[in-house]
Structures are given as structure tokens and as C-alpha cells.
């Protein structure tokens, strides 16, 4: 038997940046539409979105992103929704502080948590992009609708706990005599922060429980959570859980995957030249507006493939439109790429394939057990398990995407 290959993760010790425990996150769909088969819709299938939410929950996901868009599904009926249909599953509604008053969104919010008993998030969106926020009347430059979210989750957090009413007179907000306003079904409800501009980690780091990230190299991610983590311990406050998002290309073996990644790619690059799929809101053509798409084509330009199996054609092949970097190969190596981000303490993984709900089933039964079980094995022993150092992926040399897609 050939020697194990040495690698950086022959090391046994548990990290000490390492997250203990992961939940998981998948961003909802509301119909079968997918940037690899795009369908023409009417919107919403009730039918598809109840498989898919309920999909989800029997995977083991722990959570379902309701993002937002001015031409989509409204969030919060969305996500009013998810809690009917399901038991456990937790529903983030995207809300974009231009859209309706802080106390509206408040009361909106514990209405959800109360309902739900207590499984409402809400994730704040500044807004990434002009013309997208001049949609809905939002004419504010980007640096003012981060100013804007700070008050925002000022106010929110005062509606959910102020003993009495209160008045207030801001710099975007004013208003006299609230209060004291419903209470979320806890003590609060978790606030998150999506966005890369110099603001957002400064109001993350000072403001928020949760802060989002694309999927980005790994020396990259560790630097911007060091930067969250700065800010937070600058302002005496806890740190913020750490978010990332991936694309995940998962088949039975590496060249199946790697085959797979590159039709993918493909065709979602198709798409988004024909216009075919909802993408209008965040990209178009030229360089996008929001740091995150740009830092996610900046990794594009300089390589296709990072670390263990970050991959970013698909970044490139959408002018990086949302969430859009992938994570390739067997569902083991996806799980220790996944591990490789958890040693840097990320602690909440989102997870969405391009073929989206047989990619969720496919997860909850391949990829996010071995991740668990790793968790459940350093738990126990106080050490890492094998799987970082059985599957290396693209850490392995000699490793060639090309020769395993066969486009070489
Ligand atoms: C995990 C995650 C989810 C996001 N969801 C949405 C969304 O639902 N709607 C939206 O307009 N932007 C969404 N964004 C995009 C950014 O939050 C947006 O680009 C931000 O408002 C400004 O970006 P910037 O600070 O990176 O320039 C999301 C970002 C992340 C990291």
C-alpha cells in the first residue's frame, strides 16, 4: 500500500480556532426553477416549496435563508410559511432596512418568532446595489444604508426589550411615544449581517450576532474573521457566530464531480448570458457594485481552484451574482473542505447545490452526516478524526482539474 500522503492536517490536534458544534443553512426555493433548467414561472409553487422546505428538515438542515429581491416572493410571508411547514427548521428572512420602518419590521419579527416559538433570524442587507435599491425608492449612496442598518438594529433591538414606551429622534428615523412593543418568543431574535464594505464589519462587529460571508479561499476567510472578530472585541461585545456559503458540486467519485462542475458551469454560464433565471436584481454586466461579488471575481481571476476544492468558475460564469463559489469533488472531500472552514470557526454552513432540491436530499444523507459525525468524534476524543487527512482534494500533488474533468 502506497504511503499516506503528508499534508498540513496530519496534525491530530483540534484546532483552537475550531468551531465545536455547526448548524446548517439552506437558502429556500420557491420553484423548481434552477440556474442549470431554467422554467418559466409564475412565481411561486406552493406544491415545490412545501417538498423543498419539508426536504430540508428531514436532511438535517437547521436553517432556511428567505432572501430578497424587489421583483421576488416578500421574505417575511415566505418565511411565515417555512414555520408552518415544518417543526424545527429555522427561517432567516433577508430584510433590507429601506423596505419598511424599523418598528414595522420589529413587530414583524416577534409576530414570526412568536409564531414559530422561537425560530425567527432575520439577516440585514444594506443593499449592494443602486439601481437595484432605486427599484424601491431607495436613493441613498451605500455608505449611508449602512449608517442606516446600525440605527435600524438599534431600534429593533429596543422594540423587542424597552420595559416602557420610548421616542426617538435619529438621523433616519424619528418617532414618539412607542411602545413597549411585542416580544419575540425568547429574549430576541437573532440579527445577521450580509456584506463585505469597510461598514459592514464595523456594524457587524459592533451590532450583530451573526456575519455572512461568500465562500472565499481559506487564508482569505481567516483574515476577514479575524477583522469581525477585531471590531467585537474593540466594542466589548461577544463575537459574532461566523456564516459561509457554498455551492457544493458533489458526485460518487472525483472525476464524476469534477465532470459534473465543469458541464455545470457551463450551463449556468448559459443562463446567465440568455437572462433566463432571476438575476437581475444584484448583476448584469460590468463590475458589480457590492465588495462581495467583487473580492469573489478578484479569487476568480487569480484561480480556479483553492485549498482543498473551492472552485470558482462558477463565480466567474455569473459575474458572481449571489452566492456563486463552489465546493467540488466526493461528498467526503466536500465535508472536509467544510471542516477546513469550521477549524477557522466558522459555525454556520450554508449549503445549496444548483440542482437544488435532489442536491439537498443528496447532503442530508452524504455530505452533512460525515461533517456531524467528525464534530461528534473530536467531541469524543479530543482529536480530529481521519477525513481531513484521507480526502485531500486539491491539496493532494499532482492534483489537475483539467485531467479529472477529461478536458485535457
Ligand atoms: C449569506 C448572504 C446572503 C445574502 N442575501 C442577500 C439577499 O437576499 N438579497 C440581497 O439583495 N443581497 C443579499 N446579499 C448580498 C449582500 O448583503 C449585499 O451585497 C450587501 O447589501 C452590500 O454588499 P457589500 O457590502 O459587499 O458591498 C447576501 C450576502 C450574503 C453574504
Known amino acids: 500500500m502506497p504511503a499516506p500522503t503528508p499534508s498540513p492536517d496530519s496534525d491530530r490536534a483540534v484546532p483552537p480556532t475550531a468551531a465545536r458544534k455547526v448548524e446548517f443553512i439552506s437558502q429556500s426555493h420557491l420553484n423548481p426553477s434552477t440556474e442549470l433548467n431554467p422554467v418559466p414561472t409564475r412565481g411561486i409553487d406552493p406544491a415545490f416549496f412545501r417538498t423543498y ?45 429601506n423596505t419598511a420602518f424599523p418598528l414595522v419590521v420589529a413587530q414583524q419579527l416577534a409576530t414570526l418568532d412568536q409564531l414559530t416559538e422561537g425560530r425567527a433570524v432575520v439577516h440585514l442587507i444594506s443593499g449592494g446595489n443602486d439601481t437595484e435599491q432605486a427599484r424601491q425608492g431607495d436613493y441613498l449612496p451605500k455608505q449611508r444604508r449602512y449608517a442606516r442598518t446600525a440605527e435600524f438594529i438599534d431600534l429593533l433591538r429596543r422594540a423587542w426589550t424597552e420595559p416602557a414606551a420610548f421616542s426617538h429622534e435619529g438621523e433616519f428615523y ?68 461566523i456564516w459561509v456559503t457554498f455551492r457544493p458540486i458533489v458526485d460518487r467519485t472525483d472525476e464524476l464531480a469534477w465532470r459534473k462542475a465543469y458541464a455545470y458551469a457551463e450551463r449556468i454560464g448559459r443562463t446567465f448570458r440568455e437572462g433566463s433565471y432571476g438575476l437581475r436584481p444584484l448583476t448584469g454586466p460590468g463590475t458589480p457594485q457590492n465588495v462581495g461579488s467583487q473580492r469573489a471575481l478578484h479569487f476568480a481571476a487569480g484561480a480556479d481552484v483553492y485549498d482543498r476544492a473551492l472552485w470558482t468558475r462558477t463565480a466567474a460564469a455569473t459575474n458572481a451574482g449571489g452566492a456563486s463559489t463552489a465546493l467540488v469533488g466526493t461528498p467526503e472531500t466536500v465535508a472536509a473542505a467544510i471542516l477546513d472552514y469550521v477549524d477557522l470557526g466558522a459555525d454556520l454552513v450554508s449549503i445549496r447545490g444548483y440542482d437544488n432540491l435532489a442536491d439537498a436530499r443528496d447532503y442530508g444523507t452524504h455530505v452533512i452526516p460525515l461533517v456531524r459525525q467528525e464534530l461528534a468524534h473530536r467531541e469524543a476524543t479530543g482529536l480530529r478524526g481521519g477525513l481531513q487527512v484521507d480526502h485531500q482534494g486539491a491539496f493532494a500533488p499532482g492534483f489537475d482539474a483539467d485531467a479529472l474533468a477529461g478536458v485535457r
Open 53 to 97: 422546505v419539508r426536504t430540508l428538515e428531514a436532511a438535517g438542515y437547521d436553517y432556511t435563508l428567505l432572501p430578497y429581491g424587489s421583483a421576488g416572493p416578500d421574505s417575511f410571508v415566505a418565511a411565515s410559511a417555512v414555520g408552518q411547514l415544518t417543526e424545527r427548521l429555522r427561517p432567516i428572512v433577508a430584510v433590507r432596512p
Open 174 to 241: 424619528r418617532f414618539d411615544d412607542f411602545g413597549p412593543g411585542l416580544r419575540p418568543h425568547g429574549d430576541s431574535i437573532p440579527i445577521s449581517i450580509g456584506g463585505q464594505s469597510d461598514e459592514a464589519f464595523e456594524i457587524g462587529g459592533r451590532q450583530a450576532d451573526v456575519f455572512s460571508f461568500w465562500g472565499e479561499p481559506l487564508a482569505d476567510i481567516r483574515a476577514q474573521i479575524d477583522r469581525v472578530h477585531a471590531v467585537a472585541d474593540t466594542a466589548g461585545r461577544p463575537r459574532p457566530r
